[in-house]
């Protein structure tokens, strides 16, 4: 996730990937996803990277320009609750509590899901 806005993002963002590739004997195909808040935090410095960027490796994803909030997985929808304004926010997670309560079985470890909105909540 980047939710600030930082000109060197995707140099240290490919670097990483490709040094665990050095690293490690896995011999299975790589994506990455990463996760914005909106386009204003996505970086312009992006020209070296172009490539990379459109070859289907890499998913740019924009938190706010997701259609349905309830159609949405419940992790995604966590992941949303952080560029909610406080207001919104607390309806979207009284919803978002019913259905990890109602979608999640114990084997996903829904408690561990809830902790997490309680912090995000906490930290609004």
Known sequence: ???QKDDNFYGRFFAEI???????NLTNDWH????????????????RYQDMLTSGRVIRLYLDELENL????????????????????????????????NELTPDQKPEELLQLI???LVYK
């Not at 490709?18 to 490690?24: E, I």
């Not at 990455?32 to 020209?47: A, H, K, L, M, S």
């Not at 419940?74 to 560029?83: A, D, M, R």
Request: aromatic share 6%; glycine share 4%.
């Open 70 to 101: 309830n159609q949405t997985s419940v992790g995604l929808t966590t992941v949303q609750l952080i560029t909610l304004p406080k207001g919104e926010a607390i309806d979207a997670t009284r919803q978002l509590i019913q259905r990890v309560r």
């Open 118 to 120: 309680e912090t995000v």
């Open 1 to 3: 996730m980047q939710f």
């Open 32 to 47: 990455g996803v990463i996760i914005y808040p909106n386009r204003q935090v996505e970086t312009d410095n992006i020209q």
């Open 18 to 24: 490709f040094l665990y590739l050095s690293k490690t």
